[in-house]
C-alpha cells in the first residue's frame, strides 16, 4: 500500500462547496422550522428536566471571562480547551440540571457512547481510554 500526500493546492475547492451546497439543498425543506413540534400540550414534558426539580432563585449576575452556552460535549470540550489555554473565569449554562447534554438527557444503561465514537477520537486519544 502507498500513502500519497496531497496539499492544499490539491484541493479543488469550487468542487468541494458544489457538493456542500449540494448536500445541503438536500436537507432544506420549505416548511423551515414549521417542521418541527412545540414542547406544548402533549408534548409538553419534553420542555421539563425530568431528573433535576426546578427551583426558583435570584438571577446569577456575576462577571466571567468566558461563558459556555451550552453543557453538552461540545460545551465541556470548549470548557476544557478555554482551561488549557489559560481561562480561569468561566462558567457553563445549560438548561438541563447537570452537565453532559445528550448523556444527561437521555439516560441509557450500560451504553457508554451514544453515536459514532470516531467522532470522539480527538479526546479519547488525549485520554488514552478506547470504550469497549
Request: hydrophobic content about 30%; some cysteine; proline content about 5%.
Amino acid at each position: 500500500m502507498t500513502s500519497t500526500s496531497h496539499g492544499a493546492d490539491d484541493v479543488d475547492l469550487e468542487a468541494l462547496r458544489r457538493k456542500h451546497a449540494q448536500e445541503r439543498d438536500r436537507r432544506i425543506r420549505p416548511d423551515g422550522a414549521r417542521q418541527y413540534r412545540g414542547t406544548t400540550g402533549e408534548f409538553g414534558y419534553y420542555a421539563k428536566d425530568p431528573y433535576t426539580p426546578r427551583a426558583e432563585r435570584e438571577p446569577v449576575t456575576t462577571d466571567v471571562e468566558a461563558l459556555v452556552i451550552g453543557a453538552g460535549f461540545g460545551g465541556l470540550l470548549t470548557a476544557s480547551f478555554l482551561r488549557e489555554r489559560g481561562v480561569q473565569d468561566l462558567r457553563l449554562m445549560d438548561e438541563a440540571g447537570d452537565v453532559g447534554g445528550t448523556w444527561y438527557w437521555n439516560r441509557y444503561p450500560g451504553v457508554r457512547c451514544d453515536i459514532e465514537s470516531y467522532v470522539y477520537m480527538p479526546l479519547l486519544e488525549e485520554t488514552g481510554y478506547m470504550p469497549s
